[in-house]
């Protein structure tokens, strides 16, 4: 079954301070990961997209990394901003002929001074 | 990166009446576009595929009576939501993909609140 799961669920951390998300999944055929950043009432931003053969980029204070042998991937958020609180989402696209996309449930984080 | 457009941001209306959601690609052209279905703390929830010129493909439990798609240009796509009922309350999204690098590009996003 084509499965994206993130964790932890929510996360609070003080401002400055670095933190780092987990996306697991269980999709194929894989086609690419992509982190996206959604603010409350908002429609979700791109973060990062890597294909198979990537295995980290960056976006800025944003660095995805990606493990396609054991499925996994991160996002590390460095010296984090009040404005970085949101949800953040992991969605996988598979490899098939027409464009399909697995969501990940998201990981709410807050930032707080 | 690729701008969408989704209009209204917002809008309340009556149960029984039909609202219409608009989301356009500003500068790219987009063959396939998705309409997403959000309730709160969950994550989106795809709703159909729409293609220009063809029928939406729409996804398992979606009433396509209801949700009526149509995608008539490569730069617009329109949600309607039918004889709309409290239930439909929701945060209605669309993206589209230009189709060269498979990046989805979301619009902001419609807070439909039915009274």
């Known amino acids: 079954k084509n499965q994206v799961e993130q964790s932890p669920q929510s996360l609070i951390i003080l401002e400055g301070k670095n933190c780092t998300l987990q996306c697991n999944y269980t999709v194929s055929p894989f086609s690419n990961l992509r982190w996206y950043k959604q603010d409350t009432g908002r429609g979700p931003v791109s973060l990062t997209i890597m294909t198979f053969s990537e295995n980290t980029k960056s976006n800025g204070r944003y660095t995805a990394t990606l493990d396609a042998d054991t499925k996994q991937s991160s996002l590390h958020i460095t010296a984090s901003q009040l404005s970085d609180s949101a949800s953040y989402i992991c969605?996988?696209?598979?490899?098939?002929?027409?464009?399909?996309?697995?969501f990940g449930p998201g990981t709410s984080l807050s930032v707080i001074p | 990166g690729a701008v969408v457009s989704q209009h209204p941001s917002w809008v309340i209306c009556k149960s029984g009446t039909s609202v219409k959601i608009e989301c356009r690609s500003l500068d790219f052209q987009a063959t396939t576009m998705f309409w997403y279905r959000q309730f709160p703390k969950q994550s989106l929830m795809l709703m159909a595929t729409?293609?220009?010129?063809?029928?939406?493909?729409?996804e398992q439990g979606v009433e396509k009576d209801k949700f009526l798609i149509n995608h008539a240009s490569l730069t617009l796509s329109t949600l309607t939501v039918t004889s709309a009922h409290p239930e439909d309350s929701s945060f209605y999204i669309c993206?589209?993909?230009?189709?060269?690098?498979?990046?989805?590009?979301f619009g902001q996003g419609t807070r439909l609140t039915v009274v």
């Open positions: 969605v996988v696209g598979l490899k098939t002929s027409y464009d399909k996309v697995i």
């Open positions: 729409s293609n220009e010129g063809s029928k939406a493909t729409y």
């Open positions: 993206s589209a993909e230009d189709g060269l690098n498979t990046e989805a590009f």
